[in-house]
């Protein structure tokens, strides 16, 4: 005998938002914005966010309140977030320098 529900579908999992920290109103728009993509998937409960160092809510809340809410399948996603000026501008440097030490990818042959 399975442990199902009645309609022999799997429980929709509610998506967890993982970022480090957020101080400014910019990350938190932007987490929410995910946040509202996550939760308009086909197949998810609902979704929310919260950060591990700095900001809220905290990753501890919103555990906390999920359990208290009875969720029973949380899919944790960790997302390197909010992007920083200055961590885009390192990216494109350090991605322009590798492209120098290496020549570019073969071309595929027909």
């Known amino acids: ?12 999992p509610h ?3 993982v970022a480090k920290s957020a101080f400014a109103a910019a990350p938190h728009k932007q987490m929410q914005q995910l946040t509202d993509l ?9 979704a929310s966010f919260g950060f591990t160092e700095q900001g809220t809510p905290s990753l501890r809340e919103v555990l906390g309140s999920l359990r208290a ?24 440097k350090s991605l322009r320098r590798r492209q120098t030490l290496r020549p570019p990818f073969p071309a595929e042959s027909s």
């Open 1 to 12: 005998m399975s442990n199902s529900t009645e309609n022999n579908s799997a429980p929709q």
């Open 15 to 17: 998506v967890l938002l």
């Open 38 to 46: 996550a939760a308009a998937l086909p197949g998810v409960a609902g």
């Open 69 to 92: 809410a009875g969720a029973s399948d949380v899919l944790i996603l960790p997302l390197m977030l909010p992007i920083e000026p200055s961590f885009t501008a390192w990216l494109t």
